[in-house]
């Protein structure tokens, strides 16, 4: 059925919310939500109180001057997104979408509680100050590239190191949990990568529920997890610092993955938990979007995913600002892998490529083969988090 400014249109089941700047539409079929200003608010209330779309532009007209309104396109868009219910009394056939399905109910909003209140925050606040304070008083805590290679073997290096990150990861990423339990959302575990590395990701997409101010415990609730666990893990380094062997080496390897982590979360060219909070406080919510098109103006020969031209006036200084962070990020990205992990490379391909020319039936051998193993592995997983995002878009 096609729709001409004649038409009346009723939308489907949704919760509109006041935001910073504009609001947010929650679409109550699919859970999906959707940011869009003050006059496409205006339009879709007065649709749903049965208003003809030529009366409704008029109004609008009225209204907003020097605002462009077009009730035919944006009636498209709603369409697309499946927002509108009946057209003229006539249900609209739409694809069904199936909500996903709601993960970690059985953590009562009460642990959640206890991790997240008024009271653990400027705990998790003296924690950071704290840990800070220890790398300045005791430069020796400073992680270093070798403090991967604990043992002799590679092998044991890589699953020692994959089982601390897999470990750390979740500690991390339960903090985003619990924190989200504790306004009592759901949400799930997935897989994704940052760059080259492939991680676990908690999806808080019911985060728009929230108030602005609420998100942002969300985006920093695995930050606060990592904060106390380098505290732990820099204490340990303290009280065991004339031990040596396997203590030491534990606790050096901790210290060194989650200071990393940590460090990369400063990359804002990637979506990290800062990314979102700084995207949050501004209020600017397709933040990167709108920068690669800045970027794009001032280096003409960066290629960066097409998107439609974009002015936002009142958003240009944020932009601006973002930049500046996107480009620090990709410095900082620099610096760690030069003084990280492009050593921790060299320094394995010393200790495995000798091992290759060795007997079959040597130790040696078996170590590079099998680290080799690990890596194959670990490739397959980065190649299976960038086809589900490429799936995805």
Known sequence: MSITLESHLMLVPINIRKDKKHYIVEDKVSGEFYEMPEVCIDAINLMNQGERLGEIERKLKRKNPDDEVDLLSFTEQLLELGLIEEIEGVKVEKKIQLKEAKGFLWISPKIGKLFFNKFSYPLYISLFVANLILF??????????????????????????MTFTFFLVLIHEFGHILATRAYNLPTKLEIGHRLFFVVFETNM????????KDRNVL??????????????????????????????????????????????????????????VFENVSGCYNLMENANQTIRKWFPFLKFPSHEEVEFESERNTIFLYSIFYF???????????KFYIPEVYDAAKILLPGFLASPSSLTFWDAVLFSLQVAIFLLLLVYSWRKKYLKR
Not at 136 to 161: C, G, Q, R, T, Y
Not at 247 to 273: E, H, N, P, W
């Open 205 to 212: 997409s019911s985060i728009w529920k929230l108030a602005p």
């Open 219 to 276: 985006f920093l609730a695995g930050l606060c997890f990592d904060t106390v666990t380098l505290f732990i893990s820099l204490v340990c380094q303290l009280v065991f610092s004339n031990e040596s062997g396997i203590i030491i080496g534990l606790t050096s390897l901790a210290v060194f993955d989650i200071f990393m982590r940590m460090a990369f979360q400063c990359c804002f060219y990637m979506k990290t938990d800062l990314y979102f």
């Open 136 to 161: 300045i008083a005791k430069p020796s805590l400073f992680p270093h590239h070798e403090d991967i290679f604990v043992f002799d073997i590679m092998v044991l290096n890589v699953i020692l190191w």
């Open 328 to 338: 620090v990020g990709i410095l900082l990205t620099i610096a760690l892998y030069a």
